[in-house]
């Protein structure tokens, strides 16, 4: 158990590392991911209104029926940032800051990243 505490304790101080610095603006949201083991979601964030832009997740009915049981991997991360890429037009976003949110540039989402970017969207 105290290995987990220890665990939980060194995320979170990432995290907070990375906030510090990084702001969303009404020009240019936060763009801030969140994952489990099962699914990733994600969310633009205009921190000087505390109000969220646009959110996709794989726990979305059109993103599950689409991508099946393969919300944790990096096929639904990529379906997920084509989707809220999607959102973000609509809205006309073209910008956005990247917060990893104390998980590694890697995998689902290096992923989801690039899939937002390959949409148009400055990230």
């Keep these: 158990m105290e290995i987990n505490k220890r665990k939980r304790q060194r995320e979170l101080r990432r995290k907070r590392h990375i906030r510090k610095t990084l702001i969303g603006t009404t020009d240019r949201p936060r763009l ?4 489990s083991h099962n699914n990733i979601s994600c969310q633009v964030v205009d921190d000087s209104r505390g109000a969220t832009v646009a959110a ?29 890429a999607g959102r973000l037009k609509e809205l006309g976003v073209t910008q ?6 104390g998980y590694k540039y890697h995998g689902r989402v290096a992923a989801l990243a690039d899939a937002v970017r390959k949409e148009g969207i400055k990230v």
């Design 96 to 101: 956005v800051k990247f917060d990893r949110n």
């Design 32 to 35: 801030t991911v969140s994952r």
């Design 56 to 84: 996709a997740s794989t726990l979305e009915k059109t993103l599950r029926d689409s991508i099946g049981k393969d919300g944790g991997n990096r096929k639904g991360a990529e379906a997920v940032g084509a989707a809220l």
